[in-house]
């Protein structure tokens, strides 16, 4: 498995690929780099954005509320809520923020799932997007959203058949290195929570467990759209799941991450996104100098 050190990953200061880094890949990756390289801003959308998946968890269950101190506390807690989400699943058809784990092409790969529903005994992966009323559904704005559903489905089809285990988990996150800090477990004591259900390694065999077991995988999944401001939803998209077509698209994005080739920027056709970008003409100045970037196809 590779991990942090040198490469692209380490040029990131990342350790890991996360699956929303390949969506970005697919609107711009060159604003992907750059968004590591010179700094992420915390826009005002991003916080209702995260607001807004806060509330949908909580309609399922309670979160766990103590703020993780250690390495080992995060991953506990990671497990826990994992857990209790899957537990939710199977008995209420529908689990909300799920943490999900994987490989690709050896590299570490981890992402947050929105939803996951039960439908006629299946377990449908749906990924929720914000944007604006007036919002136009073009091939080249959903790409990247189309992507992400289809890495979860990936990823998560990869668990359940067990191509990636909890072993290949515990090993490359190290779990049982860790220990939880004194003040935490005081938390979870108080919270009734004793014996093995202190235990990271054993709370992670239950998580795997359920999700070994979760009902089969639907090859349709869904992307859908609510609106920044009120919640509502504004349109919603159906996708198939198709693992070679995946694949294809993959190929091309680990060529990026092995360092065979430099980020690249938006195609010509797609040159009007650069009027969004803040990197313009300031660390970017690949499609600098036109004149034309007309919004054709935004
Ligand atoms: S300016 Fe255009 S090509 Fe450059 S990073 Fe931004 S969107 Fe990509």
Redesign the pocket.
């Known amino acids: 498995m590779r991990a942090g050190g040198g490469g692209v990953l380490g040029k990131l200061g990342k350790s890991s690929i996360l699956v929303t880094d390949i969506a970005n890949q697919f609107?711009?990756?060159?604003?992907m780099?750059?968004n590591y390289l010179y700094g992420k801003k915390y826009t005002k959308y991003m916080a209702q954005g995260k607001q807004l998946h806060q509330e949908l968890q909580q309609e399922v269950y309670v979160p766990l509320t103590i703020e993780p101190v250690t390495y080992g506390d995060f991953l506990y807690k990671t497990a826990y809520e994992n857990y209790r989400s899957m537990r939710s699943l199977k008995e209420k058809g529908l689990c909300r923020e799920l943490r999900v784990y994987g490989s690709l092409n050896g590299y570490r790969l981890s992402g947050q799932i929105d939803e996951l529903k039960v439908v006629n005994d299946r377990t449908v992966v749906v990924e929720r997007k914000t944007t604006d009323v007036d919002r136009k559904f073009t091939e080249a704005y959903t790409r990247p959203h189309i992507v992400q559903v289809m890495l979860y489905r990936k990823m998560l089809g990869d668990i359940r058949e067990k191509k990636y285990t909890e072993e290949n988990f515990a090993k490359i996150y190290e779990v049982g290195k860790t220990t939880l800090s004194d003040v935490f477990k005081r938390e979870l004591n108080a919270m009734g929570l004793q014996g093995e259900m202190l235990d990271t390694g054993a709370m992670y065999r239950k998580m795997f467990g359920e999700m070994y077991t979760m009902p089969t995988l639907d090859d349709r999944l869904e992307v859908v759209y609510v609106d920044r401001f009120s919640g509502k939803q504004i349109s919603s998209i159906q996708v198939e799941y198709k693992e070679d077509e995946m694949g294809e698209r993959i190929s091309n994005v680990m060529k990026y991450w092995n360092g065979e080739r430099e980020s690249a920027?938006?195609v010509e056709a797609?040159?009007w996104?650069?009027n969004?970008?803040?990197?313009?003409?300031k660390?970017?100045?690949?499609?600098?100098g036109q004149r034309d970037l007309s919004a054709a196809g935004k």
């Open positions: 609107w711009c990756e060159r604003q780099e750059y920027p938006v797609e040159k996104k650069c969004f970008c803040k990197f313009f003409g660390e970017c100045k690949a499609w600098w």
